[in-house]
């Protein structure tokens, strides 16, 4: 009788053991940086939605568009999500890293932006404008200038065009490179500025009230400019991170943009 209890005990703790360290393997983890806003505030929700399918995300904030990169390549992230493809394409021919895009999550319209103006028609000569200096938010930036019909350049559809491939204005305005993260900053300093939308809206600015002219979201630009998550080749079939793809599109998440957001921030299609 002893031995039969002792046994049936035995086969119970064994069983117990074995169920919990199942259930830990199940559980896993992904760190992935991001900018604050709206990024991190997607990343928020999206959270709450993994956490249900055993996956803890953990969010480290960026507030430039450099480090994130770089600390994907070197492995203190799992994948970050703040940049468009054609950064990401840029950067990583720059620096020969070997990243790529697991999927769009949503669009974010460039807006022109202004603390003196109410009107594109109020610029005059020698107003200064700032753009983003690095290259493709540089070139989005023209192109935009270019719809709005401030500025002729040589290729309106080239993604690397510079303030050198202008060649012509309606109004002699200056255009001033600047780091995308410093423009709201300079806002009072400039008769207007070409802002990324992650940050007009960290600065209080909505893209779908406040901008002078914006990107339409149904036009290429939202396709070309969707925000990505970026990962490391090799690392798309990665389960946790086809499931944080899976969640960052799913009904939720694109409740969660449309609500939050009012237009500001499109969910990709």
Known sequence: MKKSF???LASL???IGFSSESW?????KLIIGASPVPHTEILQKAKEILAKKGIELEIKVFTDYVVPNLALADKSLDANYFQHLPYLESFSKEKKLSLVSAG???FEPLGFYSRKIKSLKELKAGDKIAVPNDVTNEARSLILLQNAGLITLKDPSNLKSTRADIISYKVKIEIVELEAAQITRSLQSVAGAVINGNYAIDAGLNPAKDAIVSENAKSAAA???ANIVAIRKGDEKRPEIVELIKVLKSKEIKKFI???YKGAVKAAE
């Open 24 to 28: 830990s393997q199940k559980k896993s």
């Open 6 to 8: 002792y046994v049936l």
């Open 104 to 106: 769009a999550v949503h």
């Open 13 to 15: 703790v064994f069983s």
């Open 223 to 225: 396709k070309t400019y």
């Open 258 to 260: 449309a609500e939050k």
